[in-house]
């Protein structure tokens, strides 16, 4: 019982730290958005992945060189599609805000990453002919409904805040986050090619809980390059963004920016530790929980920490009410798919 009472504490310090992330971002101020994506991200996809991996590895440069060129480019390529959802998902938090954003990007995530892989595996069948299958697909249908709900929460949001929210755009924000959840799949790929790297982690003497972390080195470095890429395409390109104009702040003004922005980066990366130590103290025959309680607590720490921050503030209780009526069906929808993919 000890156990399990851990595992649930460190999934919601996990999801704890994924839901909230982005709130030191939202803190930012005078930096554009892409230089803040960028600082944070160098932390979260390089800077930290790579420190780890030279504590964990005996020799850093033999165990990546072991691994051949083919399979290092297949795990990137995944990441580089993960990058995608990934960006993307940045971009829902910034047109959707937290509370809204990550509603409809965890709800479409769920959604897609649901159906993907009995699809790309030519198992779709099953979805409709057994057990497991017919409560993943119920938990697909109350993830619509929740979407949906969040939705139209968050168009009473844009009607009744218009003209005060610089950024709030439902409709870019909503296909923001169908792209995300379609292009986060990337990530269960990567893990999924880089399982001969995880083998020859523990071959070396890696502890198990942290052997699928030196993957990430290439899964996040794919990853980066998108971000990366996005972020100073624009900076470069768009004559209202300028990089030299954010490092021309003054010294006060970077340092806290920078601050704000490499906390984000950190929390982000966290998850991965913290959702590791959760699953090792789950038994076997309840790692469904793993799912349920990381996207669940996801969702509803999302949705609390944008409440805090005053994203909803001069909204009446009927859109707010449906805010929390859309969380309550997306975690319940999690719940279930959770249940599904456990029968």
């Not at 920016?257 to 929390?267: D, E, H, W, Y």
């Amino acid at each position: 019982m000890t156990s399990v009472v851990a595992g649930i504490g460190w999934h919601i310090v996990g999801a704890s730290m994924a839901a909230s992330f982005y709130a030191p971002i939202e803190r930012v101020k005078q930096w554009s958005w892409e230089t803040t994506w960028a600082v944070a991200g160098l932390f979260s996809w390089i800077l930290l992945p790579i420190g780890v991996s030279l504590i964990l590895l005996p020799d850093f440069h033999s165990f990546y060189a072991a691994m051949g060129t083919s399979l290092l480019l297949r795990v990137a390529l995944f990441g580089a599609m993960w990058g995608v959802g990934n960006v993307s998902y940045g971009l829902t938090m910034r047109y959707l805000g937290m509370s809204l954003g990550i509603g409809v990007a965890i709800g479409v995530t769920l959604i897609v990453g649901t159906l993907v892989p009995p699809l790309m595996h030519g198992q779709a069948a099953m979805l409709f002919t057994t057990r497991s299958g017919l409560i993943t697909m119920s938990g697909v249908f109350v993830a619509l409904i929740g979407v949906s709900i969040v939705s139209w929460a968050g168009h009473q949001k844009e009607r009744q805040l218009k003209g005060h929210l610089e950024e709030f755009n439902v409709g870019l924000g909503l296909l923001l986050a169908v792209l995300c959840g379609i292009f986060s799949s990337g990530m269960s790929f990567a893990i999924d090619a880089a399982q001969p790297m995880q083998t020859a982690a523990i071959a070396l003497g890696v502890n198990p809980l942290y052997a699928a972390l030196p993957s990430y080195v290439i899964i996040m470095g794919g990853g980066a390059v998108i971000n990366m890429a996005y972020c100073f395409i624009r900076l470069a390109v768009l004559p209202r963004l300028s990089l030299r104009d954010d490092l021309n702040q003054p010294r006060p003004t970077i340092a806290r920016n920078a601050l704000l922005a490499s906390t984000a980066g950190i929390m982000w990366y966290l998850q991965f530790f913290f959702y590791a130590w959760g699953a090792a103290n789950i038994p076997q025959h309840l790692s469904y929980v793993n799912w349920m309680l990381h996207m669940s607590i996801y969702v509803l720490c999302g949705s609390l920490v944008g409440l805090a921050l005053g994203e909803w503030a001069g909204v009446n209780n009927r859109a707010i009410r449906l805010l929390w009526a859309g969380v309550v069906v997306i975690i319940a929808a999690a719940n279930l798919v959770g249940l599904g993919m456990a029968s």
